[in-house]
């Protein structure tokens, strides 16, 4: 069984910078997993921010970037906002219709 | 604008069927496929699996294969997840999200603001 893995959570400082990190349980993750990023807040749907690695959707705040970091998919937070408290999820593509949702990650700022 | 507008919360019984839709808006709806995610109560998500309205071509994530059911109607810009015979843990959110492929990749765009599944004896 495919495992995505995602730090369980961090914390962060307004107006500092972190990294999310994905892992997948097949080996290194590289641009042909199409690494997507997600968004949710308590209470709300799921909200879209990064596609296929590092490209973003039009409502995605510019500091928020995607990247590819030692075999990990990456999300990065510059300059975070107390509205970006709320947990981050990956999603990985293994191909067909195999995608995997990354157990997520819960992000505090304090 | 583009929407996905799901239907109510639900309260079913053990063993009982149930059928959620999902009904697209404001974009050629046979031309993008729909997924599925459920989110068991203060849990992750899950990818359920995925159609695509224009002919019906429906594929499942391992996990759930044989244990729901995803259809379209395209006549009525809707998409449905349905079971036979519901179990306690099947209680969850459950989204439905509209795939976007593009020359950049691949992406969960839009998403439903989720159906409630309640199952309790």
Not at chain 1, 57 to 83: C, D, I, M, N, Y
Not at chain 2, 74 to 92: E, G, H, P, R, V
Not at chain 2, 96 to 121: E, H, I, P
Request: aromatic share 12%; hydrophobic share 30%.
């Amino acid at each position: 069984q495919t495992v995505v893995t995602q730090e369980p959570s961090l914390t962060v400082s307004p107006g500092g910078t972190v990294t999310l990190t994905c892992a997948s349980s097949t080996g290194a993750v590289t641009s042909g997993y199409y690494p997507n990023w997600f968004q949710q807040k308590p209470g709300q749907a799921p909200r879209a921010l990064i596609y296929s690695t590092s490209n973003k959707h039009s409502w995605t705040p510019a500091r928020f970037s995607g990247s590819l970091l030692g075999g990990k998919a990456a999300l990065t937070l510059s300059g975070v906002q107390p509205e970006d408290e709320a947990e981050y999820y990956c999603l990985l593509y293994y191909g067909g219709a195999h995608w995997v949702f990354g157990g997520g990650t819960k992000l505090t700022v304090l | 604008e583009v929407q996905l507008v799901q239907s109510g919360a639900e309260v079913k019984k053990p063993g009982e069927s149930l059928k959620i839709s999902c009904k697209g808006s404001g974009y050629s709806f046979t031309s993008y496929w729909i997924g599925w995610v459920r989110q068991m109560p203060g849990k992750g998500l899950e990818w359920m699996g995925i159609i695509y309205p224009g002919d019906s071509d429906t594929r499942y994530s391992p996990s759930f294969q044989g244990q729901v059911t995803i259809s379209a109607d395209k006549s009525i810009s809707t998409a449905y997840l349905q079971w036979s015979s519901l179990k306690a843990s099947d209680t969850a959110m459950y989204y439905c999200v509209r795939r976007f492929k593009t020359v950049a990749g691949t992406t969960l765009d839009y998403w439903g603001q989720g159906t409630l599944v309640t199952v309790s004896s």
